[in-house]
């Protein structure tokens, strides 16, 4: 049987290249919206519980982010990669059997995950990390994992049909319920005179609940879409044969196995490092002569304020390299090379174009950037650190972006081998340097480690794909673009402060202005941006046409 597509698309449905970039606008608005609500969570639960709260809650955090990614990064890709597939061959039976085994799959992942947290938090707590008190939050945030793992499930099947609107509202839920119930309860538990690291325990429950919720929303939002499959089907295959073609589920098991697996491990290798990164933070710090409380403030510090601001560039370009799964995918089984590498060359490009200007501009401004948010007791403790992290923030976007190009060509394999030899310069060289430098240490192995993993990302999607995009266009003219961006924000926010005796949170802000502004000019001067990667935004023949009047771009 066949059926056909007119031009047009069915009603009500767009067509794959808007949905995609419509899709990254939704997930960079909504990562915007995300990490800035988790900055407010823990701007009033420093106060509430200082930097040592903040450390049992960080090492507890740390422990579920691993499980985390073992238990839901790869499985999701492989459920996106796996529909899409089918969906663009017709095969749509076959699609919604493989969202069911999955979704079993799932299930399972996330309750032997989520044991296994809960009856080893002690031996965790306890001989790990020598850190006895982080034990509680650890049971709080256990269940979380489970509800993450369902959410998971239903967010590659979203993925799949490029629609990211429902993935957007379930994070929300979960941020949010981590602010106000977190908040709430830490409030609470302080009141009745519980000790810190009970304090944390309480906040930690507002994001267990959150993911219920998350998790809920999901479920509701899938039934709802079942009316909506079939335009989109109709409109995918574009009069390609409907196929009542299905696996069995051994062969659906083992396909997601094959595309999960070097995913996971890949996204696990630096989660699984970041936590054996803790433990030696804690026990060298120990052995340099802190004791156990002072390790704690110090890693809590660090990963409440400097890695928080860190890991906002990133969040960023995350929502790129999520929404371009399916559509190189969809690219690769109709064989439209054409269309794959404009996306890949237009990923890349975005990726270091927003990457770089962060990155440089954060770490030249750590201080008045930090102060803008956090106490100035904590502030001076992290700033340093931030400044030493931040460069290391470029690296990791466009590592997320390499990652997700060589996954949807069928690499899996090689991010796996990068992210394992950037993980072993981490902790290699964090162990050596946290015992000469002290903290400072780790901030520097970090940086190592990324450095090493991105360019070994980069060569391989040159060998793999074959496409080389310009070193000039895509490197060194953001680059200079950056510096002079970077310059430009410390000099404005020094001339503001020491020359003309300026104080305040206003200054930072018309610092980092100036410096957009300086950067935005640059990008267009240099023509680090061209016209043809405008026309590949939402709206982007309205918005080359504006820039076009008044000169900033060249056609």
Not at 77 to 104: C, E, P, W
Not at 341 to 359: D, F, H, K, T
Not at 416 to 440: P, Q
């Amino acid at each position: 049987m066949k059926r056909k597509n007119n031009s047009g698309g069915s009603p009500g449905v767009k067509s794959t290249t808007n949905l995609f970039f419509s899709g990254v606008l939704v997930l960079t608005i909504s990562n915007l919206i995300i990490k800035v609500i988790g900055m407010l969570f823990k701007i009033p639960m420093s106060h509430f519980v200082g930097d040592e709260g903040m450390g049992y809650y960080s090492q507890a955090y740390t422990l579920y982010t691993c499980f985390f990614m073992i238990a839901t990064n790869g499985l999701p890709v492989a459920l996106a990669t796996m529909l899409s597939d089918s969906r663009s061959k017709g095969q749509f039976k076959q699609a919604k059997r493989i969202f069911r085994i999955a979704m079993g799959l799932f299930f399972a992942v996330g309750l032997v995950s989520m044991l296994v947290m809960l009856f080893g938090a002690r031996i965790y707590s306890s001989e790990f990390l020598r850190v006895d008190q982080a034990y509680y939050c650890i049971l709080a945030v256990a269940p979380t994992i489970f509800f993450i793992s369902i959410s998971s499930a239903y967010r590659g099947y979203f993925q799949s049909y490029q629609q990211m609107l429902p993935t957007s509202v379930s994070q929300l839920t979960e941020v949010l319920s981590k602010l106000f119930l977190g908040v709430f309860f830490a409030l609470y538990a302080k009141g009745q005179g519980y000790g810190i690291h009970i304090v944390a325990a309480y906040a930690a429950a507002g994001l267990t609940i959150g993911a219920a919720l998350g998790m809920i929303f999901l479920f509701f939002a899938k039934l709802a879409f079942r009316s909506k499959e079939e335009q989109y089907n109709v409109q995918i295959i574009e009069g390609n044969t409907i196929s009542e073609y299905t696996d069995s589920t051994a062969t659906i098991l083992k396909r997601i196995a094959i595309i999960a697996i070097p995913i996971t491990l890949s996204s696990s290798v630096m989660s699984i490092t970041n936590l054996i990164d803790s433990g030696l933070v804690s026990t060298g710090l120990q052995d340099i002569g802190m004791t156990a409380e002072e390790a704690t403030k110090i890693y809590g510090n660090y990963t409440t304020l400097a890695v928080t601001m860190f890991n906002l560039p990133p969040y960023l370009i995350y929502p790129i390299s999520y929404s371009i799964i399916p559509i190189l995918t969809m690219a690769r089984s109709t064989k439209d090379t054409v269309r794959a590498n404009r996306i890949i060359e237009s990923s890349l490009r975005v990726s270091v174009l927003i990457g770089l200007p962060c990155a440089l501009g954060m770490s030249a401004l750590s201080k008045p950037i930090l102060s803008l948010l956090f106490p100035m007791e904590s502030v001076e403790m992290a700033w340093p650190l931030l400044s030493l992290l931040a460069p290391a923030s470029f690296f990791i976007c466009v590592l997320s972006v390499t990652n997700a190009i060589l996954q949807s060509c069928g690499y899996e394999r090689m991010p796996l081998y990068s992210m394992l030899v950037g993980a072993a310069i981490k902790l290699v060289s964090n162990y050596i340097l946290i015992r000469t430098i002290g903290m400072y240490g780790t901030p520097v192995s970090t940086f190592l480690c990324y450095l090493t993993a991105t360019a070994m990302n980069l060569y391989f999607v040159a060998k793999k794909t074959g496409v080389m995009p310009s070193v000039s266009r895509v490197f060194l003219r953001p680059l200079l673009a950056a510096v002079l961006c970077a310059l430009a924000a410390l000099g404005s926010y020094t001339l503001f402060s020491d020359v003309l005796g300026l104080g305040g949170r206003a200054i930072t802000l018309a610092a980092i202005f100036i410096a957009v502004i300086v950067y935005g000019g640059l990008v267009f001067t240099t023509r680090a941006i061209t016209a043809d990667d405008i026309l590949l935004l939402p709206k982007g023949e309205k918005i080359l046409s504006v820039l076009k009047k008044i000169k900033l771009v060249r056609v």
